[in-house]
T-cell receptor
Framework: GAVVSQHPSWVICKSGTSVKIECRSL??????MFWYRQFPKQSLMLMAT?????????EQGVEKDKFLINHASLTLSTLTVTSAHPEDSSFYIC????????????FGNGTRLTVT | GENVEQHPSTLSVQEGDSAVIKCTYS??????FPWYKQELGKRPQLIID?????GEKKDQRIAVTLNKTAKHFSLHITETQPEDSAVYFC?????????????FGSGTRLLVRP
């Protein structure tokens, strides 16, 4: 089946620093990838849609200058949390799908970010 | 935009009993409704899905029903086992051009008591 790999699985950083999270589709090409954020005991909130070769589409309330998304190839999307603050601490999960119209979403393992 | 509501937020059942989780959606254009199971600290795993041209789908102990008129869909788990304990999320697909945007419900924490 389709596998999505996300790295790192956890990261601790200091306030003010930037953190990059990678999301790779291992055995399929993903024209579209999605980045979600999940706070403890809450649902998955869509942050942005990442399209290969074009700019990401951000959801309302998500700062595009703070959460930089790059989708340079059909198998890799990156999310960079810039100038991280403690309130950015969360579980970030990427997902991807194959290009078929009704194909399901496949999730990465998630990255637990803790900003101290 | 699409809004998905999910109930209950927590559900505790005795092993062997059935569990039912219900979701409603707001956008009648939605046409795909997956259910995900998420164990603590892990990725959501797709357990079953249903498309708008079908009213019911079953996979062993898991079934999903869809009522398009009422815009609600439900997850049914029969003969529950302790390993079914997890958080379950429903989702609805909002068709927007060529995008594939999934909007998730708030989740249901299911506890199956041995």
């Amino acid at each position: 089946g389709a596998v999505v790999s996300q790295h790192p699985s956890w990261v601790i950083c200091k306030s003010g620093t930037s953190v990059k999270i990678e999301c790779r589709s291992l055995d399929f090409q993903a024209t579209t990838m999605f980045w979600y954020r999940q706070f403890p005991k809450q649902s998955l909130m869509l942050m942005a849609t990442s399209n290969e070769g074009s700019k990401a589409t951000y959801e309302q309330g998500v700062e595009k200058d703070k959460f930089l998304i790059n989708h340079a190839s059909l198998t890799l999307s990156t999310l960079t949390v810039t100038s991280a603050h403690p309130e950015d601490s969360s579980f970030y999960i990427c997902s991807a799908r194959v290009a078929e119209r009704n194909s399901p979403l496949h999730f990465g393992n998630g990255t637990r970010l803790t900003v101290t | 935009g699409e809004n998905v509501e999910q109930h209950p937020s927590t559900l505790s059942v005795q092993e062997g009993d059935s569990a039912v989780i219900k979701c409603t959606y707001s956008d009648s254009a939605s046409n795909y409704f997956p259910w995900y199971k998420q164990e603590l600290g892990k990725r959501p795993q797709l357990i079953i899905d249903i498309r708008s041209n079908v009213g019911e789908k079953k996979d062993q102990r898991i079934a999903v029903t869809l009522n398009k008129t009422a815009k609600h869909f439900s997850l049914h788990i029969t003969e529950t086992q302790p390993e079914d304990s997890a958080v379950y999320f429903c989702a609805a697909r909002l068709l927007m051009d060529s995008s594939y945007k999934l909007i998730f419900g708030s989740g249901t924490r299911l506890l199956v008591r041995p």
